[in-house]
């Protein structure tokens, strides 16, 4: 009987390391910057403490920060649908990102400028201007109204 419990907790033992390890290097790499084809460069995540942290260390990198979550119970949303659309200077009326968050945070490095931004999640819509100016970074926290039953 000792055998067999001491079996069963190496397989659990297998099974949570081969989890983790799975979990931890999807983490790492949902955190890879990407670029659009208008040559911005974002990055997103923030689901779970790892990527939290690691995108907490890259925000020196970024002018404009984005956070999701909904009024009230300030849960964090992810997946939701982000357009940035240039309003002013080089490029204005240029749509310059166009992507899904894969969690809370959405960070963009943009050139100084106006931008539209426009977050959607389960049909919601919320809308923002910013500008960009000097290398300041901005955070920006959009709130959805709580979800409708």
Do not use: C, W
């Amino acid at each position: 009987m000792n055998r067999n419990r001491r079996m069963r907790t190496s397989a659990l033992a297998a099974v949570f390391a081969l989890a983790s390890g799975a979990a931890f290097a999807q983490a790492g790499a949902s955190l890879a910057p990407k670029t659009t084809p208008a040559g911005v460069v974002y990055v997103s995540g923030g689901v779970g403490n790892a990527q939290q942290q690691a995108m907490k260390d890259a925000t020196k990198d970024y002018d404009l920060r984005m956070t999701f979550a909904r009024q009230q119970t300030g849960s964090y949303l992810a997946s939701v649908k982000v357009t940035i659309d240039r309003t002013e200077g080089s490029g204005a009326g240029s749509l310059v990102l166009d992507t899904v968050s894969s969690g809370p945070m959405l960070f963009v490095k943009l050139p100084d400028g106006r931008y539209d931004v426009r977050a959607e999640v389960e049909g919601q819509v919320q809308t923002r201007t910013v500008n960009v100016r000097n290398g300041r970074g901005q955070d920006l926290v959009i709130h959805f109204p709580p979800k409708q039953s």
